[in-house]
């Protein structure tokens, strides 16, 4: 799983990442409640081996049938059974209608040592004494438009048991990052910034930076690349905060694409996609780091600047956007800097400034769109066309939909490519445009026309598969067959010309 939900979280708290792995079994129709009751106690106690004891259930406080399942099949004393509320144990629905239905938890009891002290302090509570390892739900109603609940026809059963949370109990720790899960990450991230990983003044900051290389690791080796928009740009704040975490601890060159070793030495052996992708995931984050870190000493002095010119303690949205625009700061990690100094930013403000500037950046596609395309400045691609059909090619920029300019172009997404090198015609001359596909290890793009674009190459068409990002080198093939056809009617359509002029003068 892959979620930014808990992002502020990562790195604060021993058990909050932006990349988990999570176990379930799932029932549809089949088994229900009672089983899924019973198979995650036997599993917990009987084959993990896990101390009876030190296991807590909470339940929906309208859950009847689950407290009973827990209290008389399973054993549990009443004190170790506890009714919550809907925002603990109700799922769904995913809409406002459809299959949702109550939830079970079980958490492990770390003790009062680990708690918070109150007297009501309990599974649920957000001290660390009572950690959720596992959640069964129960998908046994269809919520109705008018807020009614009737009965599903086929109940089912959707579970969560977290890795991480789950091999912390198992080897002993109270934290997830010091197990063989993270910290051989930790370590290596360690050794890079000459630090000792057991330093509480930097320890906090080693996890953070071991959970987004464990992140970056994986996504990019499912063919997701950093960009400015949808999912490649959480890979760009992921990536950004542990560059600004390694800078502040004195790292100032690419160090995170050193860690995708030290990731696939813990979850190679699991995921083997993630070792033949390896050299390709480290040049990605090396030529993302490298374009941040940039950027980064300079937006770090300008932000110094920002807090001791500050008459309050809001930083206003136009700063934040600045840093932002200018130096590639995300409004979160522009965020988290505000926090550690006690200051908080304006969002409100900073997205103001962001929809203003995205209506220009509109106006201004829709301008060079009248034009013919998008401003591609000093931009050009040399073509090889006359002797291959197919090289190897680096893509030095690339255009939405709207002809505007981006770092990467997602799956299902139209744009241009524009290329240092090319095989592909672009029309001219009364001979159409080439097609034909641009390849990368885990990426298609659909070329379906090539244009000229003052002296670049311009390729049109739409990301089949996977991803393209500014840097990244591709397979560049032509559509041979076409083009041989195009050849040959152009060639006779000269002829034809010819023969014309002759007879009709």
């Known amino acids: 799983c892959f979620r930014l939900t808990d992002l502020d979280n990562v790195g604060r708290t021993p058990r909050h990442h932006t990349f988990f792995e999570m176990l379930g079994n799932f029932s549809f129709g089949d088994y229900f ?40 099949v399973v054993g549990l004393p009443a004190e170790r059974v506890v009714r919550l509320g809907k ?43 009572f950690v959720e390892y596992w959640n069964l739900v129960f998908p046994q109603f269809d919520m109705q438009p008018d807020g009614t609940l009737a009965p599903l026809a086929n109940r089912g059963i959707d579970t969560g048991l977290g890795t991480e949370r789950l091999v912390a109990i198992l080897q002993g720790f109270t934290s997830n990052y010091d197990t063989d899960l993270f910290r051989p990450v930790i370590e290596a991230a360690a050794v890079i910034m000459g630090r000792d990983p057991d330093d509480p003044a930097v320890r906090h900051r080693l996890w953070a930076v071991a959970d987004h290389a464990r992140a970056l690791t994986v996504a990019l080796a499912e063919g997701v690349f950093p960009s400015n928009t949808g999912r490649g740009y959480a890979l760009r704040r992921l990536l950004r905060r542990a560059g600004r975490l390694g800078f502040e601890l004195g790292v100032e060159e690419p160090f995170v694409f050193r860690l995708v070793e030290a990731v696939n030495g813990v979850l190679g052996a699991s995921y083997p996609d993630l070792l033949p992708r390896a050299e390709r995931t480290k040049a990605a984050l090396f030529r993302e780091e490298e374009r941040f870190l ?106 939405d ?36 596909g641009l390849t990368t290890d885990g990426g298609l ?11 670049a190459h311009l390729h049109r068409g739409r990301v089949a598969k996977g991803s393209l990002s500014v840097g990244e080198t591709v397979r560049a093939a032509v559509d041979g067959t076409r083009r041989r056809r195009i050849q040959a009617h152009h060639t006779a359509t000269h002829l034809l010309h010819w023969a014309l002029r002759r007879v009709l003068g």
């Open 294 to 399: 940039g950027t980064l000493a300079a937006g770090m002095e300008v932000f110094g600047g920002i807090v001791k010119n500050l008459s309050g303690k809001v930083i206003s949205g136009r700063d934040a956007f600045k840093l932002y625009d200018t130096f590639g700061f995300p409004v979160d990690l522009t965020a988290v800097m505000a926090e550690e100094r006690r200051l908080s930013v304006d969002l409100d403000g900073f997205e103001a400034e962001l929809a203003a500037a995205r209506e220009t950046s509109r106006a201004s596609a829709r301008f060079r769109a009248d034009d013919g395309g998008p401003s591609v400045g000093g931009l050009e691609t040399a073509f090889s066309g006359y002797d291959a059909l197919e090289l190897d090619s680096r893509i030095v920029a690339l255009f």
């Open 445 to 455: 793009f659909d070329v379906t026309d090539t244009q000229k674009a003052g002296l």
């Open 87 to 129: 925002e603990d144990n109700f799922w769904g629905p995913a809409g406002k209608t459809g299959a949702c239905g109550p939830s079970s938890e079980l958490y492990w009891d770390y003790g009062p040592e680990h708690g918070c002290g109150r007297p009501g302090c309990r599974p649920g509570c957000d001290c660390d004494r």
């Open 33 to 72: 409640k009672e089983e899924a009751v019973r198979w995650a106690w036997e599993l917990s106690v009987e084959v993990y081996g896990m101390d009876p004891a030190r296991i807590h259930a909470a339940v929906f406080t309208e859950d009847d049938e689950a407290h009973r399942l827990w209290r008389e």
């Open 401 to 436: 939909a709207a002809n505007s300019p981006v770092d990467a172009l997602d799956e299902g997404g139209d744009g241009s490519v524009v290329l240092d090198e090319t095989p592909f015609y672009a029309e001219s001359g009364g001979q159409v445009g080439d097609t034909g």
